[in-house]
């Protein structure tokens, strides 16, 4: 490629390596803290809080596998090989579900389920119960919780199945329909065999956000490692134990981040070839097409439709209470209208921080992809993969690993300056929104190297060689030919990044300034204080923001439905960012 030994290719290659050791300094941080803690700490956690963290997480996870496997592959493989009536719109509809972060579905549910919730209430009205005189589920509880996830992330599992699904060969199928096998041990054993590698992908990459997961983990009392780490770091100012437990979730982390990444290099050798032939859908009995749309159409339900009119209904309940006082009162100052201020002010917050976190995301994503494109010696491809690994590290493991050295830098500054000049510097760095934007730039970089990466690898590499023939710079060669060809996958790359920063709330609970709130962290706090109907108007600003790259993904689905399986992009990677 390009040969050129001037400032242009250092420069570049300085920026890729900057962005691969800034993803990468949380990782390091946490390994030092923890391990410099002493094994004291570390035997006093095993003793107390780290077997139930182990069961419990561990709980989740295998609840959230089973249940994310279960509903995606299930729904991918109907959508794909069957035919029942409303196929077409339920084949979109089962992506909604990936506007939601799960704990927006958490609050919307305990409000519909918890004791003084609709349903309950409803239950005592008719039937005359007492407040003991009756058993229903627990909704704040481990199954609650992993319900709650499982609902938000199957789409993960279904969207790459799907993918898997349409790639297999038409002929494998009939041939196995042939020698008389049913449609059923067809499945059985000839497709779900074959579609092994990404059923696996899209599990592993369902736990991984489950694991990451605090808001619905926390408003449903289950103590995971998410929910130990930020208790140690808050309330308990243990950075020690806070430190060593992030050690053992990062551990776990990464070991599914390898197994992911395993998973996805074997799938790329288990396919069947093109399809050769198209295979017209199987025409289900009338009981098994009763069946489908009932196994597709429950996720959308209570994944989508139901979260979303429960929000609306909590939201303009508590917008009716307020009515009255707008009314009556002539002052500006009034109570509703200070609300409205404050939610303004939430928005503004949000939207500043998911826009700077998106295009230094996309800018760092941008130099690391083009550098490994343009020069493509080890280097480069290893601080590629430095890079994508933020994808595997839960939010809270990332505040805490900036949060230690960017702390002790700023005390040793503090100290320097005040011992030398008499000057108190203070916090310079820690406590400022832009660690904040540093963390999220770690966190999703991974998301933005997918989706800018899927459209660059469709650029004819002769393009890049022709521009070399003609003299261009490597910086022209991106802001003039790459950069105005791939503008729809870094709208894209920017779309994803700006809703995740938008949902993120682990790390923005840890690392923001004092008395500066996002949407997620007013609802998670109206939601810790049970004030839930207020909880919604954050909540339905987040879901609406979240729509937006499903939207995209969406139109994706319908513009792919015809094409030849082989040429379509990976539709979680390049259409949805990476887990979390």
């Given at each position: 490629?390009?040969?050129?030994?001037?400032?242009?290719?250092?420069?570049?290659?300085?920026?890729?390596?900057?962005?691969?050791?800034?993803?990468?300094?949380?990782?390091?941080?946490?390994?030092?803290?923890?391990?410099?803690?002493?094994?004291?700490?570390?035997?006093?956690?095993?003793?107390?809080?780290?077997?139930?963290?182990?069961?419990?997480?561990?709980?989740?996870v295998?609840?959230?596998?089973?249940?994310?496997?279960?509903?995606?592959?299930?729904?991918?493989w109907?959508?794909?090989?069957?035919?029942?009536?409303?196929?077409?719109?339920?084949?979109?509809?089962?992506?909604?579900?990936?506007?939601?972060?799960?704990?927006?579905?958490?609050?919307?549910?305990?409000?519909?389920?918890?004791?003084?919730?609709w349903?309950?209430?409803?239950?005592?009205?008719?039937?005359?119960?007492?407040?003991?005189?009756?058993?229903?589920?627990?909704?704040?509880?481990?199954?609650?919780?992993?319900?709650?996830?499982?609902?938000?992330?199957?789409?993960?599992?279904?969207?790459?199945?799907?993918?898997?699904?349409?790639?297999?060969?038409?002929?494998?199928f009939?041939?196995?329909?042939?020698?008389?096998?049913?449609?059923?041990?067809?499945?059985?054993?000839?497709s779900?065999p074959?579609?092994?590698?990404?059923?696996?992908?899209?599990?592993?990459?369902?736990?991984?956000?489950?694991?990451?997961?605090?808001?619905?983990?926390?408003?449903?009392?289950?103590?995971?490692?998410?929910?130990?780490?930020?208790?140690?770091w808050?309330?308990?100012?243990?950075?020690?134990?806070?430190?060593?437990?992030?050690?053992?979730?990062?551990?776990?982390?990464?070991?599914?981040?390898?197994?992911?990444?395993?998973?996805?290099?074997?799938?790329?050798?288990?396919?069947?070839?093109?399809?050769?032939?198209?295979?017209?859908?199987?025409?289900?009995?009338?009981?098994?097409?009763f069946?489908?749309?009932?196994?597709?159409?429950?996720p959308?339900?209570?994944?989508?439709?139901l979260?979303?009119?429960?929000?609306?209904?909590?939201?303009?309940?508590?917008?009716?209470?307020?009515?009255?006082?707008?009314?009556?009162?002539?002052?500006?100052?009034?109570?509703?209208?200070?609300?409205?201020?404050?939610?303004?002010?939430?928005?503004?917050?949000?939207?500043?921080?998911?826009?700077?976190?998106?295009?230094?995301?996309?800018?760092?994503?941008v130099?690391?992809?083009?550098?490994?494109?343009?020069?493509?010696?080890?280097?480069a491809?290893?601080?590629?993969?430095?890079?994508?690994?933020?994808?595997?590290?839960?939010?809270?493991?990332?505040?805490?690993?900036?949060?230690?050295?960017?702390?002790?830098?700023?005390?040793?500054?503090?100290?320097?300056?005040?011992?030398?000049?008499?000057?108190?510097?203070?916090?310079?760095?820690?406590?400022?929104?832009?660690?904040?934007?540093?963390?999220?730039?770690?966190r999703?970089?991974?998301?933005?190297?997918?989706?800018?990466?899927?459209g660059?690898?469709?650029?004819?590499?002769?393009?890049?060689?022709?521009?070399?023939?003609?003299?261009?710079?490597?910086?022209r060669?991106?802001?003039?030919?790459?950069?105005p060809?791939?503008?729809?996958?870094?709208f894209?790359?920017?779309?994803?990044?700006?809703?995740?920063?938008?949902?993120?709330?682990?790390?923005?609970?840890?690392?923001?300034?004092?008395?500066?709130?996002?949407?997620?962290?007013?609802a998670?706090?109206?939601?810790?204080?049970?004030?839930?109907?207020?909880?919604?108007?954050?909540?339905l600003?987040?879901?609406?923001?979240?729509?937006?790259?499903?939207?995209?993904?969406?139109?994706?689905?319908?513009?792919?439905?015809?094409?030849?399986?082989?040429?379509?992009?990976?539709?979680?990677?390049?259409?949805?960012?990476?887990?979390?």
């Amino acid at each position: 490629m390009f040969r050129l030994t001037s400032l242009s290719r250092n420069w570049m290659a300085l920026l890729a390596w900057l962005a691969a050791a800034l993803c990468v300094l949380p990782i390091a941080a946490v390994t030092l803290a923890a391990l410099s803690g002493g094994m004291d700490t570390v035997g006093s956690l095993a003793q107390t809080v780290l077997p139930r963290y182990t069961v419990t997480t561990l709980g989740l996870v295998v609840i959230v596998a089973i249940g994310t496997g279960t509903i995606g592959t299930g729904a991918a493989w109907l959508v794909t090989m069957t035919r029942f009536p409303g196929r077409r719109l339920l084949e979109i509809a089962l992506a909604l579900p990936l506007a939601f972060p799960a704990y927006v579905l958490a609050y919307a549910y305990t409000d519909f389920l918890d004791h003084p919730g609709w349903v309950q209430t409803t239950l005592r009205d008719l039937m005359g119960w007492g407040p003991r005189e009756y058993w229903f589920p627990e909704i704040r509880s481990l199954p609650g919780a992993a319900a709650m996830l499982t609902l938000v992330l199957y789409p993960y599992v279904y969207l790459l199945v799907r993918a898997a699904f349409l790639q297999q060969s038409a002929t494998a199928f009939l041939a196995a329909r042939a020698l008389g096998q049913s449609a059923w041990r067809t499945f059985f054993r000839v497709s779900l065999p074959m579609a092994r590698p990404a059923i696996a992908g899209g599990v592993l990459l369902a736990v991984m956000e489950t694991i990451a997961d605090y808001g619905t983990v926390a408003h449903f009392g289950v103590q995971t490692f998410s929910t130990g780490i930020i208790r140690s770091w808050i309330s308990f100012t243990d950075r020690t134990g806070a430190a060593q437990l992030a050690l053992v979730l990062l551990v776990f982390a990464l070991v599914l981040a390898w197994l992911e990444r395993k998973q996805r290099g074997e799938a790329r050798h288990h396919g069947a070839g093109r399809r050769h032939e198209a295979m017209a859908p199987m025409s289900l009995s009338r009981l098994a097409t009763f069946g489908a749309i009932l196994f597709c159409g429950i996720p959308v339900l209570l994944g989508f439709l139901l979260p979303v009119g429960l929000l609306l209904w909590m939201g303009w309940d508590h917008f009716y209470r307020l009515v009255p006082d707008w009314i009556l009162s002539r002052f500006i100052e009034t109570d509703g209208l200070l609300l409205v201020g404050g939610y303004l002010d939430f928005l503004r917050n949000s939207a500043l921080l998911a826009a700077a976190g998106a295009g230094l995301t996309v800018i760092a994503a941008v130099a690391l992809s083009s550098n490994a494109r343009l020069f493509p010696t080890r280097h480069a491809q290893t601080a590629l993969l430095i890079a994508g690994v933020g994808y595997a590290v839960p939010g809270a493991v990332i505040a805490l690993g900036l949060l230690v050295p960017f702390a002790a830098f700023d005390n040793a500054l503090d100290a320097f300056m005040e011992a030398n000049f008499g000057i108190d510097t203070g916090l310079l760095i820690t406590g400022s929104i832009w660690l904040m934007v540093l963390a999220y730039v770690v966190r999703f970089m991974a998301a933005a190297l997918g989706a800018y990466g899927s459209g660059l690898a469709q650029v004819n590499p002769n393009i890049d060689a022709v521009a070399r023939t003609l003299g261009q710079t490597p910086q022209r060669t991106i802001l003039g030919l790459h950069l105005p060809m791939l503008k729809p996958s870094v709208f894209t790359a920017l779309l994803i990044v700006f809703v995740d920063v938008m949902k993120e709330l682990p790390a923005t609970l840890v690392m923001r300034p004092f008395n500066w709130d996002t949407l997620a962290v007013q609802a998670h706090r109206l939601a810790s204080d049970e004030r839930l109907h207020e909880a919604a108007v954050p909540s339905l600003v987040i879901a609406a923001v979240g729509l937006l790259p499903v939207i995209v993904l969406c139109r994706g689905l319908g513009q792919h439905q015809q094409m030849p399986t082989s040429d379509m992009p990976d539709p979680v990677k390049g259409s949805v960012g990476a887990a979390g």
